[in-house]
């Protein structure tokens, strides 16, 4: 059993900037997937991006790839996700999950965190 807890969200202006990190522990977070998700309010669940469990294949939802950076470090059990030139409409709660990478893309994961929340003033 994998445990993910998300931290780094926060309150910030359009325009600025956030880091989101994912500290994985309990299991075989190494060996998996990884992903973001956000959900806004009153829309459903959407996937950010994905990474391979050695760090490659970064993948994004079209659009983001300019200002989002995905990656991982293996050593220390944490995904990040680097958010640049933020938005008001990239207010949401972001989740992190593991899972099996090309089902990530799809929308389904093995694990997921609790969530952090980002919110981007106008």
């Known amino acids: 059993q994998v445990q993910l807890v998300e931290s780094g969200g926060g309150l910030v202006p359009a325009g600025g900037s956030l880091r989101l990190s994912c500290a994985a522990s309990?299991?075989?977070?190494?060996?998996?997937?990884s992903a973001w998700f956000r959900q806004a309010p009153e829309k459903e669940r959407e996937f950010v991006a994905a990474?391979?469990?050695?760090?490659?294949?970064?993948t994004y939802r079209e659009g983001l790839m300019a200002r989002f950076t995905i990656s991982r470090d293996n050593t220390k059990n944490t995904m990040y996700l680097q958010m640049n030139n933020l938005k008001p409409e990239d207010t949401a709660v972001y989740y992190c999950?593991?899972?099996?990478?090309?089902?990530?893309?799809?929308?389904?994961?093995?694990?997921w965190g609790q969530g952090t929340q980002v919110t981007v003033s106008s």
């Open positions: 309990g299991g075989t977070f190494s060996s998996l997937g």
């Open positions: 999950a593991a899972g099996d990478y090309v089902s990530l893309a799809r929308g389904s994961a093995l694990y």
């Open positions: 990474v391979s469990w050695t760090g490659g294949s970064p």
